[in-house]
């Protein structure tokens, strides 16, 4: 596939995966939130994104297994979008986690109508190879906060990004990314959920990658 191929394509792994509302628009891999993670078999968050004036999208987090990696521990982070015009959509990434940073392994996609896909492994080596997971090395400390959500009211640590991005609002109780709430310039993401019985939605044996399996009108499962 040439490089405009790829890029099609790492816009539309991005739409489902992106989990900061304006996020970087990176290719091929998702972009994680700047939070301190916190890897739990079974908990995960949800969120309401916006971003500018279009409408609001829901987006789940959730840790769905683990597994040794070339004697590393891996997490199974699953990420499902809902709201978008294809209907729900579902990545789950394979991050092996290193110190503060989180490296991918493996992509699995699914969307509605379609067989689960692993994607290629040039995806995986768009952009940086590794993810900082702690904010506390990329922001600054402005004190404890407590702050309402739908999903209740949590006592935060309240950060302003060094690069003046936006503030982000943490609570050890939100995990995997201990996420309550974020404020960018044009975008804001909020806890609506907590997860504590999350469960793999991709079904079905993963088949290797097929472009024509990416838009709505490409063949469907059998």
Known sequence: MNRTGWATIGVLVLAIA????????????P???????QPIVGAGAQYQMQSGNRPATTMEMAIVGKEAVDGKTGYWLEMTMSGMPMGEMVTKTLMISEGSTLTPSKIIMQMPGR????????????????????????????GQETVTTPAGVFSCEHYRMKDGSGETWISEKAPPFAMVKFQGKNSSMVLTKLITDAKDKITGTPQPFNP?????GGPPSH
């Open 18 to 29: 992106t989990v900061v509302a304006g996020a970087q628009m990176g290719m091929g891999r």
């Open 31 to 37: 972009a994680f939130p700047h939070g301190i993670f």
């Open 115 to 142: 067989p689960p896909m692993e994607m290629p492994a040039q995806m995986g080596r768009m952009g940086p190879q590794s993810e900082p997971t702690d904010i506390r090395s990329v922001a600054d400390d402005l």
């Open 212 to 216: 024509m399996q990416m838009t709505p």
